[in-house]
């Protein structure tokens, strides 16, 4: 049943699922008619435990909710946008040339510079170009900066099927 030689080291040193499982044991032992001297004790110790670790994630700082993304392609104004939390975050504008997609002018906007807003978009951007079988030409920095970092996404370039 509940060992017993148990130290508040040896608790410590326990998953949470072992704690469980001892704790009911020790309180199967307190719950007969002649429950041993120590059996109290070593519930108590057990059930402090649980509770400090319960204490302890319940007190732990969780990560702030991340925010939520929103890709769409906007053929009206002719360009791509990413919105984050309901707010335009970035756009690529582009045209369209036979089976090309030409991104001609990329922008992020002030309040989510630097934070990778451009790389997400054009991520998207490059997803949406290869789901419709289209190639893409970049003609503006934001295009060509990424897919200088992404060489994988090289053969979705019409630079790259000539």
Known sequence: MVEEELTAQDIAA???R???VLVNQAYKLM??????AAAMD???MIVD???HRAQQTATRILPANPARESF???PLYCRFELFVDG???AYLKYTMNGG???LTDGVEQPEFRDEGMDVTLMRHVVLNAHKRRLSLRPQCPMAFSFLADHPQYQTLTALAQR
């Open 31 to 36: 719950d007969t008619d002649y429950p041993p």
């Open 14 to 16: 326990l998953s949470m």
């Open 72 to 74: 769409r392609d906007n």
């Open 18 to 20: 072992h704690l469980r």
């Open 87 to 89: 707010s335009l975050a």
């Open 49 to 51: 435990e649980l509770e």
């Open 42 to 44: 070593r519930y108590d």
């Open 100 to 102: 090309h997609i030409v």
